[in-house]
């Protein structure tokens, strides 16, 4: 245990939770959008599964690497557009929809995988870029402003979420959908479009999900995300959805994550309890979720589709 509690082992573990945390950031950021207008996207998983095989798929055939990322954004918008005409337009029932697009996500993903790679091919992965001055931070630069440009990007919208949700007339919007419909529609609001644009918005979000957890990983493999998007879900939950409080769930899963990855390469969880290790950040989410979620109310209308009369 000693050996953990180095410089470089402290360092590096801190700058690796960072990186692990960015795939649930964008995930959670987009589905908070989608919640907080009355929306619950439970196929997150599958939206991130899908965009993870497209941005490996397109950085093997082209090697650029911001070709893929962008592929793995446009699957999560085409995904968005599934998921709004069903949640949305059909007014379907949204947990059982979710469930119906996370499957579908891990069916296809998988059998394009199979079809179409086959053997799994390592691709190159995003190289950290220091941000000047502040990477020559003893300590901090190192765990903090190293990092890729699709970390920075996901906590850098975390500001900018905030700010749609709480100062522009849009997240007005967004926020009078999810509580009270009936009076938004009454005042010119219409509640179908702004749930489509927060749908599409998350699912893109999902994407960009999918494509970081791809690059970080550096290779695509069946069921790669483990449930990721279904954690991203939770959340949410757990940040009263709200964008810093999602921010911080999510530090606080990649910080599990990359705790229990450490302790496993320094010796300190024995290989036979390896598997029992690997469930400790799902479990410290749940608890922590029921310890701090209960405190905060959710939108009103939550998983509820709009009749226009209701």
């Not at 419909?181 to 179908?192: E, K, N, Q, R």
Request: some cysteine; glycine content about 10%.
């Amino acid at each position: 245990m000693a050996h953990f509690f180095t410089y470089a082992v402290l360092t590096s573990t801190v700058a690796a939770a960072i990186a692990l945390s960015s795939s649930f950031l964008f995930a959670a950021l987009g589905e908070t959008m989608g919640q907080r207008s009355g929306v619950i996207n439970l196929g997150v998983d599958g939206i991130m599964l899908l965009s993870a095989f497209a941005t490996y798929f397109t950085a093997l055939k082209t090697g650029d690497l911001l070709y893929a990322v962008l592929a793995g954004a446009g699957v999560g918008l085409v995904m968005g557009f599934v998921t709004a005409f069903i949640s949305v337009t059909l007014k379907a029932e949204q947990g059982i929809s979710g469930i119906g697009v996370y499957l579908f996500g891990l069916g296809l993903s998988d059998l394009l995988f199979l079809r179409l790679v086959g053997t799994p091919l390592p691709i190159s992965q995003l190289s950290p870029i220091g941000i000047p001055l502040l990477d020559r931070i003893p300590a901090v630069g190192a765990m903090f402003f190293r990092q890729t440009i699709l970390v920075y990007l996901a906590f850098l919208l975390v500001p900018v979420f905030t700010f749609v949700l709480n100062r522009t007339t849009y997240g007005l919007k967004i926020r009078a959908a999810g509580e009270n419909p009936s009076a938004a529609d009454t005042v010119g609001i219409s509640v179908a479009r702004i749930r489509w644009s927060t749908v599409l918005i998350g699912c893109t979000m999902a994407g960009l999900a999918g494509a970081a957890l791809l690059l970080y990983d550096g290779i695509f493999m069946e069921n790669l995300t483990q449930s990721e998007g279904f954690i991203a879900v939770a959340l949410v939950y757990f940040g009263a959805w709200r964008p810093l409080g999602v921010m911080g769930g999510s530090v606080l899963y990649g910080l599990a994550i990359a705790v229990v990855l450490s302790w496993k390469s320094l010796g300190i969880i024995p290989l036979s309890a390896s598997d029992l290790a690997a469930t400790a950040p799902a479990v410290i989410t749940v608890l922590t979720l029921l310890l701090v979620a209960r405190r905060f109310r959710q939108p009103a209308v939550l998983g509820k589709p709009y009749e226009r009369g209701d």
